[in-house]
């Protein structure tokens, strides 16, 4: 009995470092408007049911004035594991929850106003680096989301030159791509 009990709780250990937090950049292109972000962070999950990737406290930035939106959280998507990386892909209308930001009260999050919202997410990840791209197409508005960021192993200088600049997401990409 004690062998199992050691068993499940070593079990439970592993499933709870299945969880990556990645610092993200992220861009936003509304109708052709782009607006972008440094350290927004996105949580992917595996569990038995497949992976959860959520995108909390999202926000649209226009010359430096903040909309709040909300959480764009998907769930239990299959993910394809290949050349060193996943790709999780979902084709689907979710809502968007409130977010729980204390710079903002929940009545100020606009996501849950809006419904169910159609979504074209594919993400790729691996321990290390991740990039998800999110289309969302509403009524007279076209929304792309970019995103690339690393887990905190590869905090700030990805490449190695001693700056943390847009250059590191390059290199996101590429060991992406190359893993």
Request: overall charge negative; hydrophobic content about 40%.
């Amino acid at each position: 009995m004690k062998k199992f009990l050691s068993f499940i709780a070593a079990a439970s250990c592993v499933m709870a470092l299945s969880a990556t937090n990645y610092m993200c950049h992220l861009k936003v292109t509304v109708n052709g408007t782009v607006s972008e972000q440094d350290e927004v962070l996105v949580e992917v999950n595996k569990n038995g049911e497949g992976y959860d990737l959520s995108l909390n406290n999202f926000c649209l930035v226009s010359e430096g004035n903040y909309l709040p939106v909300g959480n764009i959280a998907v769930s239990g998507v299959q993910g394809v594991d290949e050349y060193g990386y996943t790709t999780i892909t979902i084709n689907q209308p979710i809502n968007i929850t409130a977010g729980n930001d204390p710079k903002y009260s929940e009545s100020d999050w606009l996501g849950p106003l809006l419904g169910e919202v159609p979504i074209d997410l594919t993400a790729r990840f691996t321990d290390s680096a991740m990039s998800a791209n999110i289309d969302i197409e509403m009524p007279g508005m076209l929304i792309g989301v970019s995103i690339f960021g690393v887990a905190p192993v590869l905090k700030g200088d990805v490449n190695n030159d001693n700056a943390v600049n847009i250059s590191d997401i390059n290199s996101v990409i590429d060991i992406i791509l190359k893993n």
